[in-house]
């Protein structure tokens, strides 16, 4: 699903994507690597989680059409 989202974006001409993943989400941040992501920064206390805040890592990846 995540190829068919950064091969459509591509074929739209969107230049960046970008996503939040919780730290501890270790598979999810590295599935995205694995589509081309790169991890941009910490956003700290961005997204709650059973009530509670948690820091997100800020994931983007740029579109290698011209």
Known sequence: MLHKQVT???AAGTW???TAIFPEN???IAL??????R???IRERTAQLNG???DTIL????SLVN
Do not use: K
């Open 26 to 28: 270790r598979a999810g």
């Open 39 to 41: 991890t941009v920064g």
């Open 59 to 62: 994931i983007e990846r740029r």
């Open 52 to 54: 509670v805040w948690h």
């Open 8 to 10: 459509a974006a591509d």
């Open 32 to 37: 995205h690597h694995a589509a081309g992501y």
């Open 16 to 18: 960046t994507l970008h």
